[in-house]
Each structure stands twice: as structure tokens, then as C-alpha cells.
């Protein structure tokens, strides 16, 4: 699914791919096995840490703790992603960058765009702990060569219902070439030229390349 990512990813936390930016897969379809959650109207997305893996020493994952260390002590993708955002937080280092694809629906990926690592918190959470990460949506897709702005232009994300609404209409296919891969939610008027709401009506497909050229049309 992720030919832009250089790798197919089965992970959903892949930190700091290439050393420039991380990679996360979210759902926010009702049944997904964590709870990430959009907030701030649509500026913020609290993405969830996730479990041990299932295993003859963990027979349900949902009852232990998401673990910050692997037996030998190195960190796991939780612990990598919470010092980077404790580090955010602590102003010590620049947020890290994280891409994000959002499922659809089974073996249905669209590209939800970049995000900013900024800080993140250990909850309890139905008799146990699990991490919650604080993601800020920004626009475009940034210069992954230098750190990333301190003050970022800021986005909102499209609703899930919207999305699939919009799917359906296009027909899974970039409105521009009709490519079914790399997709990628457009709104036509951008959160920074003024566009303040999403409906069906003002958001399309396109792929990431149409989608790359128009960003660059707009900036
Ligand atoms: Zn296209």
C-alpha cells in the first residue's frame, strides 16, 4: 500500500523511517482494535499506543500494560514515539514528523497527510496503562530535510464520513487519472485560503502525484 513510504508497511508505528519522518496507520472506523480520536475540531488526532504482542506469554493483550521496553531494554515503537514527544514537549528537539494512513475499510488506505509529534501521556484506561499521542495536523507536505517549523500552518482533518461519502462518488479512483493507489483526500479550498468547512461538495480523490502538483500550484 505504501509504495511512497519505500516499504509495504504491516506495523501501524514506524518510527523514524529514512531518519526524516515517522510512518502511523489509524482507524477510526468503530470496531478498530485502538482508540484514536480526532479532536480540537478537527486539528488534533490523540493516536493510541499499542499492545504487546499477542504470544504464549501474553495470551490477551488487552489486559496488560502497552509496554515502553522490549525485555532487553531497547525501546519499542510506544517508548520511540514517547520520547520524541516528551523531548517536543520539553522544547529539547523539533516535534517529529509523522505521515499518517487512515483505513478505509479492509485493504482500503488513504494517505490522511503530515503531522507534528508534540507531546503525549501514559492513561489508565479499563485497568491498565496505554500511551495516548498528541498529533497536530499541518499543512502541505514540508521540507523533510530541515526541522520541522515551530509555528506550522495548521490543518484540519476531513471526517471520516466524508471521506467515504467522497470515496463512493469517486469511485476509489484519483479524479484527475484515475489511479487506485496512493490516494488522497483533497479539500478544494484549503483550511489556509479560507475554506473553514468539509462537505462532500468541496472535497475530491486525487493521487499523490495530482495532489503533490496542486499543493504546489497553491504555496
Ligand atoms: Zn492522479
Known amino acids: 500500500m505504501c509504495v511512497r513510504e519505500g516499504t509495504s508497511l504491516q506495523a501501524g508505528m514506524n518510527f523514524g523511517l529514512g531518519g526524516t519522518h515517522s510512518v502511523i496507520l489509524l482507524s477510526l472506523r468503530p470496531n478498530a482494535p485502538y482508540h484514536d480520536q480526532i479532536e480540537d475540531s478537527g486539528f488534533t488526532l490523540i493516536y493510541e499506543g499499542h499492545d504487546h504482542p499477542k504470544g504464549k506469554d501474553c495470551l490477551n493483550p488487552k489486559t496488560v500494560d502497552q509496554p515502553e521496553f522490549y525485555p532487553s531494554g531497547a525501546l519499542t515503537q510506544n517508548g520511540k514515539f514517547y520520547k520524541a514527544s516528551q523531548a517536543a514537549k520539553l522544547e529539547k528537539l523539533p516535534p517529529e514528523r509523522v505521515r499518517a494512513y487512515e483505513k478505509m ?64 462518488r469517486d469511485g476509489g479512483r484519483c479524479v484527475q487519472c484515475g489511479a487506485t493507489d496512493e490516494l488522497h483526500f483533497d479539500h478544494d479550498l484549503p483550511w489556509s485560503k479560507g475554506g473553514t468547512s468539509f462537505s462532500v461538495d468541496n472535497v475530491q480523490l486525487l493521487c499523490m502525484r495530482h495532489n503533490i502538483q496542486k499543493s504546489a500550484h497553491i504555496v
Open 105 to 168: 475499510r479492509p485493504g482500503i488506505w488513504s494517505y490522511n497527510g503530515m503531522f507534528h509529534l508534540v507531546d503525549s501521556q501514559r492513561v489508565h484506561s479499563e485497568g491498565r496503562m496505554v500511551f495516548k499521542f498528541r498529533l497536530e495536523a499541518v499543512a502541505g507536505e514540508e521540507d523533510l530535510t530541515i526541522p520541522a517549523p515551530i509555528a506550522p500552518v495548521r490543518r484540519r482533518i476531513i471526517p471520516t464520513a466524508i471521506k467515504l461519502a467522497v470515496w463512493k
